[in-house]
């Protein structure tokens, strides 16, 4: 566990999300495009219903299980889109 930590930080991450963590990890929100007209242009906004990711979050730390429901909401500076991911 030492050795572990020592050597960095570890994130375990699904096969299907490995790419996506790949890239957060690379880049951060910066690669995030949009996905009606492709610009990088994108700002991260809180959603509304924050309340409840706020829950999802603590039950995902009481009951150690991967949090798989929340995703981050952004909207588009150029086109208005907004899209979650
Ligand atoms: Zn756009």
Known sequence: MNEAM????KIFVNEDDAERA????KGGDRS?????CNS????????K???QKAGV????LITAN???????SYSCNDCGKKFVI
């Open 22 to 25: 790949f890239q957060i990890i």
């Open 57 to 60: 979050l603590l039950l995902a």
């Open 66 to 72: 991967p949090i798989g429901d929340i995703r981050s």
């Open 6 to 9: 020592g050597s960095g930080i």
């Open 32 to 36: 995030v495009h949009c996905p009606k």
């Open 49 to 51: 219903n924050w309340y």
């Open 40 to 47: 990088l242009n994108v700002k991260q906004t809180i959603s």
